[in-house]
């Protein structure tokens, strides 16, 4: 448990930081002070002050934060907003250069982790495609994709994700081997031994017949295995992958935020900061591989999340300065300051109710957690 808060720490630093630094860099690049960009969150250990602005090592080590000079709703002396290196009085497309900078290096780090995942290694569905791809293929595993109602097997605790290990004592080697094996068997039992997170866990789980007559046990089996590719390769499928993950979450998000807007319910995909360290812990157990190309999903989320356009997000921000561009006029920077404000508490409070209701979900491993800490 230590050891997943450790990682979720870790991850969720990663993500913010390069976030941040993208920021940073383009706020740089287009002339625009910075007065501090800091690794962690105050209270400040130290800082070093280069060309006027302030780097700093804080304590809280959850990512990090970037102090554009201009940035409306930021600044307390709106003097500032008149100055030449100021954000506010650069042009349109710099402005958006530097609220868009964060949501590509999140977008850019995704295709890094999800390239170095299938240069060592990434899980996949092996079919002829694979096979005959110049891959190379380990860790093969046959594993249950969906439990069937009706059926033998769905009377024993076997989930998703459980590999099959032996049937009657042999070697499983395949998904065919299992269903060819089954399909004479209508009415026999067959010995079983999965694999769940390194737990053995054995069944005799009676054949049943299908529609067509054949023996089944009412799982779906799926040949997987960890495959690596060439370089050039992986980099090809990092960036393939990360727009096909893109898409996907698009639109489980807008499918979040129609049952929010219509129904006023959050979704229960929706996960806060104690769900996420529960993911973490999961995909730890599985495999490097599944880490790389978890934190990869987080960071695209986490791009999709700012790029939308809600005030205090990089998207909201974004969308002021567009509307400011088609009005050819500035906005006030009263009403949009309190705009931010206003969308800062409502995200605040979203957060609030899916951390307590992850709270209710994973109580119990976090009492244990404390418990070990302080036994």
Known sequence: ???????????????????????????????????????????????????????????????GFVKIKGVVGEEENPEVYKDANSFARKKYWQKALILLAGVIMNLVLAVVLLSIGFMIGSPTIIDDQVATSGSRVRNQAVQVSAVHEGFGAASFDIQPGDKVVTLDGAAVTSAAFVQEYNASRVGQTVHLVFDRAGQNLAY????????????????????????????????????????????????????????????????????????????????????????????????????????????????????????????????????????????FALLLTLVVIVTFRDIGRYGGAIVSFFKGLFS
């Open 204 to 343: 005799d789980i009676p054949i049943s017949r299908f529609d067509d007559g054949r023996g089944v046990l009412g799982l779906s089996l799926l040949d997987t295995g960890l495959v690596s590719y060439p370089w050039y390769r992986a980099i090809w499928l990092g960036f393939l992958n990360t727009f096909g993950f893109l898409a996907a979450i698009f639109v489980a998000l807008f499918g979040l935020l129609r049952a929010l807007f219509t129904s006023g319910s959050v979704g229960a995909e929706l996960a806060g900061p104690i769900g996420i360290a529960a993911l973490t812990g999961q995909a730890a157990r599985l495999g490097i591989s599944y880490v790389l190309q978890f934190t990869a999903i987080l960071s695209i989320n986490l791009a999709i999340f700012n790029i939308l356009p809600i005030p205090a997000l990089d998207g909201g921000r974004l969308l002021f300065v567009t509307i400011e561009r088609i009005r050819r006029k500035q906005n006030s920077e009263k009403i949009e300051g309190l705009a931010h404000r206003i969308g």
């Open 1 to 63: 448990m230590l050891f997943t808060v450790i990682l979720f720490v870790v991850i969720l630093g990663l993500l913010v930081f390069v976030h941040e630094l993208g920021h940073f860099l383009m706020a740089k690049k287009s002339g625009v002070q910075v007065d501090e960009f800091g690794f962690g969150f105050p209270p400040r250990l130290f800082g070093i002050k280069y060309k006027g602005t302030l780097y700093s090592i804080n304590w809280i080590p959850l990512g």
